[in-house]
């Protein structure tokens, strides 16, 4: 029959300050489950300390120990976790799991506006309300008025898939209005249809200065080997102990969404993992040992192959965001990048910590701009965040680029 459906995902919450929280996964596997939901676990704003991944290639055991908010709403970390795995049928009564896969239903997409008075950090406020209530940014577009108001149109889509319902508006629109205490404002939200979601597309034009250094696939000089940054990650790919598989040991540093980011990078080449530990060591130190094999059940014997997997997990380990601050005429605008996996998923809470990081630094967001390019052969989403340098609220450059950098990392 299968397993049963309250025993897919277990989540042993913590007895004591100091303690993970162990969630554990039993399910049919798929190649890119483990990134699936590495997502869904960084989404809820939690780190994952250790994990043990063993899989036969049908059947997959996952234990995660994690830490982070203490408001975590388990039960719908559960529901979600559940969602990822293989779906879920019902027979004789009894709720199983089947490994067919039935492709993903498109969500609604919709457009939240409002217009209120601006002030400082207002565009975070929101994006962790939205945050909160499982409403994905999609495309933002955010603009102040030269009488001080901020007319904002996001394009968002609901984890709950309820924002269809009078409710769940309601809802949502009671609890912006609360956190933004603007008597003034005014909040509407409506379903959009393809036509008004494509026109919504960021500008296709990023000049090509831009382009070239932040987009670049390849490190740069300053993260070549040979220096202390880039000779903190050691990747080793060796066949020599394992009859049927590739073993890829990883050491390098701690970073917010880290086995996020290896999980992806496997998923986008396809590759599955049938056994894997990971754990944090001592001064922010991660290791990893993870025994792969390619989609056609093999290991990775082409040194081609090796050198291509190698150089992109250090790339993304290194830089798995692109950040810099440039000039746009006499104004400043910063920029931040990340790449999209091949299923078209994106990277959560980035507007978030960027935002926030601007909120803590002081510099105010005069415009906002979110939207996807095709740059190269990778799908990016990048983010334009025309700031607000007025008297006396100008922040040195470089430390703007160091603080929203390390907020992404999670480094603060």
Not at 34 to 57: A, H, K
Not at 156 to 165: A, F, S
Not at 191 to 213: H, K, M, N, R, Y
Not at 336 to 358: C, H, M, Q, W
Request: proline residues 5%; contains cysteine.
């Amino acid at each position: 029959m299968g397993i049963l459906h309250d025993d897919v995902v277990i989540i042993r919450e913590a007895e004591k300050e100091g303690e993970s929280t162990v969630i554990t996964v039993n399910c049919p596997d798929k190649t890119g489950l483990g990134c699936d939901l590495c997502r869904i676990i960084l989404f809820f704003g939690l780190s994952i300390v250790r994990g043990d991944v063993s899989t036969d290639g049908k059947w997959c055991y996952i234990v995660f120990w994690v830490a982070g908010k203490q408001r975590t709403s388990w039960s719908l970390l559960k529901k979600r976790l559940i969602e990822a795995c293989p779906s879920c049928s019902s027979a004789s009564g009894i709720s199983y799991y089947r490994s067919e896969l039935q492709p993903p239903k498109p969500s609604d997409v919709f457009l939240l506006k409002f217009c209120c008075h601006d002030r400082k950090g207002l565009l975070h406020d929101i994006t962790e309300v939205l945050s909160e209530l499982e409403l994905i940014i999609h495309k933002v577009k955010v603009s102040t008025t030269p009488d001080g108001r901020v007319v904002d149109l996001f394009f968002i889509t609901d984890t709950r898939e309820l924002l269809h319902t009078k409710k769940r508006r309601d809802d949502t629109i009671e609890q912006l209005s609360v956190v933004l205490g603007d008597p003034s404002i005014t909040i509407d939200i409506e379903l959009v249809g393809p036509e008004i979601t494509a026109s919504s597309q960021a500008s296709s034009f990023l000049p090509s200065a831009i382009t070239e250094d932040i987009f670049d696939l390849e490190l740069p000089a300053s993260l070549q080997s040979g220096t202390s940054t880039s000779d903190s990650v050691s990747i080793v790919l060796d066949n020599s102990l394992s009859p049927a598989h590739t073993l890829v040991q990883i050491i390098c540093p701690d970073h917010k969404g880290l086995l996020y980011d290896i999980m992806r990078t496997l998923k986008d080449y396809n590759i599955q993992i049938s056994y894997g530990r990971f754990s944090t060591k001592p001064r922010g130190k991660c290791e990893l040992d993870l025994f792969i094999v390619q989609a056609d059940g093999k290991k990775i014997v082409d040194p081609n192959k090796q050198k291509s997997l190698s150089s992109r997990l250090r790339t993304e380990l290194l830089r798995p965001f692109r950040v810099t601050v440039v000039s746009r005429g006499p104004d400043t605008e910063l920029l931040v990048a990340n790449p999209v996996e091949l299923s078209g998923k994106g990277r959560p809470l980035v507007f978030y910590d960027i935002t926030l990081a601007l909120k803590m630094l002081g510099p105010g967001i005069f415009s906002a701009e979110v939207g996807r390019h095709v740059i190269g052969d990778r799908e990016w989403e990048v983010y334009r965040i025309l700031l607000d340098e007025g008297e006396g609220s100008s922040v040195p450059r470089n430390k703007i680029e160091k603080g929203v950098w390390k907020m992404l990392m999670g480094w603060v």
